[in-house]
């Protein structure tokens, strides 16, 4: 609060911004008489007492559509969960709430944030602001355009194998994901419970380090919470770094990408930094693992979306439950979906289980004891955040396999529960951003925030 600035001119601000730019599609819904009320009250309070309401007073937020807000719609972008509205609030919620936030709407994903593109939402694609005819990225694409196109101030998304960094590549802004048990999952949409974190979109890593200060720690409705606090170390040079020679030389890095990462890399080295460069076995596996856990998991979760408790129901000409569900769920699950969960059935199903659930669960566990290796080394571990900057629309929808390829760089997190993100520092010749990720040993988070406002000074001072 500068005192130049009401709450109330703040939402009233960005209102006018959506409406300005509703073609981008970002914004399921906005809660702009709520926010105006809250403003009012906010703005009222801080005229009497003269003090804050909390330590996010007036930030204005937006919200993935897979975050529970008590009393508002929530749909995860899915035909299937029309109408409804939930009866609680996520933990994450709560404590915005607590500390002054001002939740302004919810924000289109891909449905059930199954996608990488924001083209797999009953509400259509969001658009990228930076180039109307490029994807966004996904699935958190409408959390990730809100913030680049000045709609709210900071967004929360989740992020299963990349949904907050891609998108923040992608439309050249800050994306955190947060290290596994970090952040409450109470109240958020599960897709793949052992791979989901609700994550933070934003301008810079300082506005991200003050969100993630008030929504991170312990909850009693999560029991998968690190009761630990984050250990903060001194950030002196040189730090060491390291890179996986595999995700350099993989064919499908895009060439001015995998240059600009060569290039940071001599910088680094010339400013005291030492720098390894890592071999990494087991970097071929790292998607393929993903997929089949992640899309076993979503078969079962997504199985309690049926018509009947709760969301939309088709029930004329129904004879037996069994036409019941198959109806509901064939009308309101989208494509994308509908191919996860029989994928995940499949890999789960009794003859295939071994040869591919089993066995990925062997490869997470050697992943995971890969990882505490390579952090036995070095400090932080640099990557490009994606293969290549954004695509066009409509055209990988054709191609899944393609589509899954776009998650080549950022899966790895998710699969061991290390914190990353993802800082926009790059331009390539076709005018789109890319960034370059960085990664921390798990709970690890507040280190990794001050090696990436590092980084970014170092990259600010680069192009000046």
């Known amino acids: 609060m500068n005192g130049h600035t009401t709450c109330v001119e703040a939402v009233h601000y960005f209102l006018q911004q959506i409406e300005q730019d509703k073609h981008l599609n970002a914004w399921v819904e906005t809660f702009a008489d709520e926010a105006l009320s809250l403003a009012l009250t906010l703005d009222n309070s801080f005229k009497t007492s003269g003090k804050l309401n909390g330590s996010l007073h007036g930030v204005v937020v937006g919200i993935k559509d897979v975050i529970s807000y008590k009393g508002h719609h929530l749909s995860a972008a899915s035909k299937i969960l029309k109408g409804y509205k939930s009866i609680y609030s996520a933990t994450v919620v709560e404590r915005l709430l607590a500390e002054g936030a001002i939740i302004i709407g919810r924000q289109n994903c891909d449905e059930f944030a199954m996608g990488s593109s924001n083209e797999n939402s009953a509400y259509g694609p969001v658009l990228n602001p ?19 196109a000045d709609q709210c101030m900071i967004s929360l998304g989740s992020d299963t194998g990349g949904s907050v960094r891609q998108p923040a590549d992608f439309c050249g802004v800050t994306g955190f994901k ?47 919470l690190i009761p630990k606090k984050d250990i ?12 996986f020679r595999q995700a350099i030389e993989h064919p499908s890095l895009d060439r001015e990408i995998k240059q600009s990462f060569l290039d940071f890399i001599d910088e680094l080295k010339k400013q005291g930094y030492l720098v390894e460069c890592l ?46 569900y198959a109806i509901n769920r064939s009308k309101g699950f989208g494509q994308e979906v509908k191919r996860r969960i029989m994928m995940g059935n499949f890999v789960l199903s009794a003859g295939y289980y071994d040869a591919y659930y089993t066995k990925a669960q062997r490869v997470r566990q ?3 004891k890969k990882t505490i290796e390579f952090f036995d080394n070095v400090e932080c571990i640099i990557s490009p955040t994606v293969p290549s900057p954004a695509f066009d629309l409509n055209e990988k929808l054709r191609d899944p396999i393609e589509i899954f390829l ?31 990720q960085l990664m921390c040993s798990p709970a690890n988070d507040v280190n990794l925030l001050l090696f990436a406002d590092e980084l970014m000074n170092l990259q600010t001072n680069r192009k000046n």
């Open 130 to 148: 930076v180039d109307n005819k490029k994807v966004p990225g996904g699935s958190s694409g409408g959390s990730a355009a809100a913030v680049k």
């Open 178 to 224: 947060p290290s596994y048990g970090r952040i409450s999952r109470y109240g958020l949409i599960a897709y793949a419970s052992s791979f989901d974190q609700i994550g933070i979109i934003g301008n810079n890593t300082e506005d991200i380090a003050t969100l993630y200060s008030v929504i991170s720690g312990p909850d009693e409705y999560d029991n998968t």
């Open 232 to 243: 903060l170390h001194e950030v002196k040079k040189p730090l060491k770094i390291g890179y």
């Open 279 to 324: 071999d990494f076995e087991l970097f071929n596996y790292v998607v393929p693992c993903y997929y089949v856990l992640t899309t076993a998991e979503a078969a079962s979760n997504l199985s309690r979306f049926d018509g009947i408790r709760y969301g939309s129901s088709d029930k004329k000409n129904i004879t037996d439950l069994s036409s019941l």
């Open 366 to 368: 050697l992943l995971k």
């Open 406 to 436: 776009a998650d080549l760089y950022t899966v790895y997190p998710n699969l061991t529960g290390l914190p990353a993100i993802s800082l926009p520092f790059f331009t390539h010749s076709n005018t789109l951003p890319f960034g370059l």
